[in-house]
């Protein structure tokens, strides 16, 4: 089973930054593709970023120049690094574990950003 507890949330103004980070609760990044997950109220869930076993990332392009996801394998930590920040990024933030057979999800961080 595989635990996935996400941290750093919070309200941030316009044009500021913060880091998320994804406790895992394994050494699970060879094995799991991992990705971070955003839902704003009334719409869908939607990919912000992933990370593959071999460290290639991909970004939804509304994040593209501004988000980072990055992992410290030693910490079993994964993180996502927000800056230039918008009011459309306002959401819940989920952390996702994928592989062939399982998905696994943290409770979520919520990030709020306003003036």
């Known amino acids: 089973q595989v635990q996935l507890v996400e941290s750093g949330g919070g309200l941030v103004q316009p044009g500021g930054s913060l880091r998320l980070s994804c406790a895992t609760s394994t050494n699970i990044f060879s094995r799991y593709v991992m990705g971070w997950y955003r839902q704003a109220p009334g719409k869908q869930r939607e990919l912000v970023a992933q990370m593959f076993g071999d460290d290639s990332t991909t970004y939804a392009n509304s994040v593209k120049g501004r988000f980072t996801i990055s992992r410290d394998n030693a910490k079993n930590m994964l993180y996502l690094q927000m800056n230039s920040l918008k009011p459309e990024d306002t959401a819940l933030y989920y952390c996702?574990?994928?592989?062939?057979?399982?998905?696994?999800w943290g409770q979520g961080t919520q990030v709020t950003v306003s003036s």
């Open positions: 996702r574990a994928l592989d062939g057979l399982s998905v696994y």
